[in-house]
């Protein structure tokens, strides 16, 4: 079992930077692929970053390439977010996840453990 609990969000003027964290439980967090999706109302989850537990590998979506950075800290438990130059458009609610097993397609949303999100809004 793996918990996970976001924080980092909040409002910020377009243009802005924020950083999101990911506070996993449990003592193989290393071992867990991890995602960031990301829900805006009206529209469907989509994914955003995800990072691999070998060699942490990092993908993103194409909306967020060169703007948005993944990375983790294993010794912490903690998954990371940084977002810079941001828009209006990212606004959404931001969910961490985890799997267990590598996917065939990083930008998969079939993950084991969900986090219950954290709010981000960007001001224009």
């Known amino acids: 079992q793996v918990q996970l609990v976001e924080s980092g969000g909040g409002l910020v003027q377009a243009g802005g930077s924020l950083r999101l964290s990911c506070a996993a439980s449990?003592?193989?967090?290393?071992?867990?692929?991890m995602g960031w999706f990301r829900q805006a109302p009206g529209n469907e989850r989509e994914f955003v970053a995800a990072i691999s537990w070998i060699g942490g590998s990092a993908y993103y979506a194409d909306s967020v390439k060169g703007r948005f950075s993944v990375f983790r800290d294993n010794a912490k438990n903690t998954l990371y977010l940084q977002m810079n130059t941001l828009n209006p458009e990212d606004t959404a609610v931001y969910y961490c996840a985890a799997r267990s097993t590598l996917p065939k397609r990083w930008d998969t949303d079939e993950y084991d453990y969900w986090g219950q999100g954290t709010q981000v809004t960007v001001s224009s």
């Open positions: 449990g003592r193989t967090f290393s071992r867990y692929n």
